[in-house]
């Protein structure tokens, strides 16, 4: 059994310098060495998980194989690593609150004071320890959400250093700090690092690593002042230039040599040879594509990128397979009418309809479905988008004026939409939904089948509405093709037109399985289908 050695990204000075970014590049560095890599994000907020929160609060929320509703920081981790998460991979304080109530209730802890230290310490503790023990990975790296200082953070930077007290070697710290330009002075400032890494040693940990975001090249008097003033080598001070593409960063971490640095200072040998010579394929496909085409992305949160983060990068990998680039033209649901869609969707070449939840931007999808059905434009719905698709046709096509889903208005008298029946007695929000990967049976006549090639497919889902099966025969006889269904309990999985070039709606989300490695093949087809469009349009 191999023995895993834990390295740990924690950040300072401010959010969002992209710790997840960093980790998911070091894992892949790594795995390019031959080492097995797993990835987890440990968050200091007290929701149990990410599943209730709304998007502009923490963007989009990622699932899991085993239907773990988790950080999108984990999409990150698989996107990049080509390694399955699960809910082992995404911790919160919440989760580690409710853990410790819930042993203490038991009476697990023999009539102790339950304290933050040992207790909340030791829960974070097995939690970060319980990948390392299945025995399948060699690194074992964990994220810390939020910034050193953080009144939350403590909790997790205090276990981290009873694991380096532990642990010895086994662990290393990786501090990622932001180096701040100021235009007016003309040069990079060090003092916010400094600081930050103060903050850590005042918290008992001293980091091994440091990387310094940065908007300009660090030269070597800056990495030699960092390294004296934050106690690290000057091999340990690591440049994170920005860079146009997150794509990039492995191969910068590769320049930077921060997965040898790594190595060093978990007292691993250090293979000679990298193999990274895919993703080099990958980028330089990426930054050298020889088409472009415009996709419309319908949905209610579009001026948040991250509440659709998933799209976004599979879009990216769709594009590469294509050799095409794909950009994203945002139109936001609750403002597209009658009156402006043509001028909204004039000039794409494809058009997807956003998931989500609740009746706020319903009738903008609807109209954006209408619009491709009706011009021929390729579409792909996802969740909510495939059940508007079905809304739509019921309308439009079948003649049920009323056609609503049951999530929207209790009351239609057509429910083409309607609550699952395993989900009509719980009252909980949190984790209750339809979770995590399940089979798909496909019809081997549809597009699905073509793009997959194989009749049996297992996607994730986050849902709590289906097609309402009462109405199958209906929508079959008149064009609208239900080619995929879940054997176990008759669900309506994907819906395609009859007589359209490309129009698809799934009630799963694929987007949570493209990675750079294995583009996801409803992407891939989306884009081409786009292609086409276009070249039959010119």
């Known amino acids: 059994m191999k023995k895993a050695k834990y390295i740990f990204v924690t950040g300072g000075v401010t959010s969002s310098l992209g710790k997840g970014i960093i980790s998911a590049s070091l894992a892949k560095l790594l795995q390019g060495r031959g080492f097995s890599v797993t990835i987890q994000k440990l968050d200091p907020y007290i929701n149990v998980d990410p599943g209730t929160l709304n998007p502009y609060e923490h963007g989009e929320c990622y ?117 701040p330009y100021l235009s007016a002075a003309g040069e990079l400032k060090t003092k916010p690092t400094q600081h930050s890494v103060k903050t850590m040693l005042e918290q008992g940990v001293q980091p091994d690593i440091i990387v310094c975001r940065t908007e300009h090249n660090l030269n070597e008097s800056l990495r030699a002042k960092i390294a004296q003033f934050c106690n690290v080598e000057q091999t340990a001070v690591i440049e994170s230039i920005d860079a146009s593409s997150i794509y990039e960063v492995p191969l910068l971490m590769l320049e930077e040599k921060l997965d040898i640095e790594v190595l060093r200072k978990t007292h691993t040998a250090i293979p000679q040879k990298i193999d990274i010579s895919n993703w080099k394929k990958f980028l330089d496909r990426l930054l050298n594509p020889t088409a472009q085409v415009t996709v419309a992305l319908v949905g209610k949160y579009v001026e948040l990128k991250d509440a659709y983060k998933s799209i976004h990068e599979s879009f990216i990998h769709g594009g590469v397979a294509n050799e095409c680039a794909v950009k994203i033209k945002s139109v936001h649901s609750e403002h597209l009418n009658a009156d402006n869609l043509q001028e909204e969707l004039a000039g794409v070449d494809g058009i997807l309809v956003a998931p989500g939840f609740g009746p706020r931007g319903i009738e903008g999808k609807i109209l954006a479905i209408e619009y491709a059905r009706k011009n021929s434009v390729p579409f792909l719905g996802i969740c909510l988008g495939m059940q508007c698709a079905v809304i739509e046709f019921g309308r439009n096509v079948l003649g049920f004026k009323d056609a609503h889903s049951t999530e929207m208005n209790p009351k239609t008298a057509h429910p083409v939409i309607d609550l699952m029946t395993d989900q009509k007695n719980i009252e909980n929000m949190g984790g209750t939904m339809r979770l995590g990967a399940y089979p798909c049976k496909l019809d081997s006549s549809s597009k699905a089948y073509a793009l997959y090639g194989e009749s049996m497919i297992y996607e994730r889902h986050r849902h709590r509405f289906e097609f309402n099966n009462q109405y199958r025969d209906a929508y079959n006889s008149s064009g609208m093709k239900t080619t995929g269904i879940y054997p176990n309990g008759d669900l309506v999985e994907i819906v395609e037109l009859e007589n359209h070039p490309w129009f698809v709606g799934v009630q799963f989300h694929p987007e949570y399985k493209s990675t750079v490695a294995r583009p996801h093949p409803l992407f891939v087809g989306f884009v081409a289908a786009m292609l086409k469009y276009q070249k039959d349009h010119i």
């Not at 207790?119 to 939690?127: L, P, V």
């Not at 994220?143 to 953070?153: K, L, M, N």
């Open 63 to 179: 699932v899991t194989e085993d239907g773990a509703e988790t950080d999108l920081d984990l999409g990150h981790y698989e996107r990049f690593s080509n390694t399955p998460t699960s809910q082992a991979n995404n911790v919160t304080t919440g989760r580690i609150y409710q853990n410790v109530i819930s042993k203490e209730r038991k009476g697990e802890y023999l009539g102790t004071t339950v304290q933050v230290i040992p207790h909340i310490t030791d829960e974070i503790k097995r939690c970060i320890r319980l990948l390392g023990q299945s025995g399948k990975y060699d690194f074992v790296i964990t994220e810390i959400g939020g910034t050193v200082g953080d009144i939350e953070s403590f909790p997790f930077i205090e276990a981290i250093r009873q694991m380096r007290w532990e642990m010895g070697r086994d662990c290393a710290v990786i501090h990622l700090t932001l180096v």
